[in-house]
């Protein structure tokens, strides 16, 4: 299963974009990349998942390179409710089982 | 919508005893996960079920772990006997549909998780 590799902490301004990257040079044609985010005692939630193209919702965008081989998170306008550990994560679209979470991002926000 | 929930909260046990986790998913979803979360890790994949079903449990540790999916809605996961290494957060998920070749964009959704702590 292709894997993930991301940097282990980042640190950001409030209310200043940041890019959380991602890489994943063995991902495969039929993997989905999605990402994650975990607050402090919570469990995960969904932020965003693309296959190709670049991705918008509400939350973040997500730009993927065009030789799939990275992406990355954007968050437009860091809050202090932004403060988590993101996880960038492939899916194999043949297969739509397993996610395979990594160590993933540690992001604080500094007001 | 109510999201998924999971009791107890936390536990805490002594090693060699035996320990029970429940999950109730958002109504209607086909799929449940259990995910096992150790300190300063992602969380690990234990189970998947789809509807009543195991679809995998490849990760799961068989001689002490134990889960089902009676009627395919709420689940339980058993470890008997804990381990001192069994301490963790246990996660259950849940997604809509159910899982098919070529559908890898189902989204989870997670409870809060229930903190085991073995003594």
């Known amino acids: 299963d292709a894997k993930t590799t991301q940097p282990n902490s980042m640190e950001s301004n409030e209310e200043e974009p940041v890019h959380l990257p991602c890489n994943h040079s063995t991902i495969s044609g039929t993997d989905y990349i999605h990402w994650y985010r975990q607050l402090p005692s919570q469990g995960p939630e969904y932020v965003i998942h693309g296959l190709t193209s670049n991705v918008n919702n509400r939350m973040a965008s997500l730009a993927i390179a065009e030789d799939r081989k990275s992406s990355t998170l954007i968050l437009h306008r860091a809050t202090l409710r932004d403060a988590a550990v993101y996880y960038c994560?492939?899916?194999?679209?043949?297969?739509?089982?397993?996610?395979?979470f990594g160590t993933g991002t540690s992001l604080t926000v500094i007001p | 919508e109510a999201g998924v929930a999971q009791s107890p909260r936390y536990k805490i046990i002594e090693k060699r005893q035996s320990v029970a986790f429940w999950c109730n998913p958002i109504s209607g979803h086909a799929t449940l996960y259990w995910y096992q979360q150790i300190l300063g890790q992602g969380p690990k994949l234990l189970i998947q079920f789809q509807n009543n079903g195991v679809v995998d449990d490849s990760q799961l540790p068989k001689d002490r772990f134990s889960a089902e999916r009676l009627k395919g809605v709420d689940s339980t996961l058993k470890i008997q006997p804990a381990k001192l290494e069994d301490s963790a957060v246990y996660l259950c998920a849940s997604s809509p549909r159910a899982i098919s070749p070529g559908d890898s964009t189902d989204t989870q959704y997670f409870g809060p998780g229930t903190r085991l702590t073995v003594l």
């Open positions: 994560i492939l899916r194999d679209r043949r297969t739509g089982n397993q996610f395979y």
